[in-house]
């Protein structure tokens, strides 16, 4: 039986966690958000579509796994 998959825009996936889309472009693509893993271009093209599953279990396991760690502003973790 093959995955379900479900394909989001950056407005849907933006809807979805509660974040600014501008957030997501800026801030998460490319650095937390992996081409690949959590996005795909379609045929090669500019457009990119989210994969849901991929972005919410990473949410869940960095959840559990980093409650201990605060962000710092240069990207760094402090371990509490």
């Given at each position: 039986m093959?995955?379900?998959?479900?394909?989001?825009?950056?407005?849907?996936?933006?809807?979805?966690?509660?974040?600014d889309a501008?957030?997501?472009?800026?801030?998460?693509k490319?650095?937390?958000?992996?081409?690949?893993k959590?996005?795909?271009?379609?045929?090669?093209?500019r457009?990119?579509?989210?994969?849901w599953?991929?972005?919410?279990?990473?949410?869940?396991?960095?959840?559990?796994v980093?409650?201990?760690?605060?962000?710092?502003?240069?990207?760094?973790?402090?371990?509490?």
């Amino acid at each position: 039986m093959q995955e379900k998959t479900t394909y989001m825009t950056t407005d849907e996936l933006a809807a979805r966690i509660k974040y600014d889309a501008r957030t997501i472009r800026d801030q998460l693509k490319d650095s937390v958000l992996l081409e690949g893993k959590h996005y795909i271009r379609p045929f090669g093209g500019r457009k990119i579509l989210y994969l849901w599953e991929a972005i919410e279990k990473d949410m869940f396991q960095h959840s559990k796994v980093e409650s201990m760690m605060v962000p710092m502003a240069n990207g760094g973790v402090c371990h509490g």
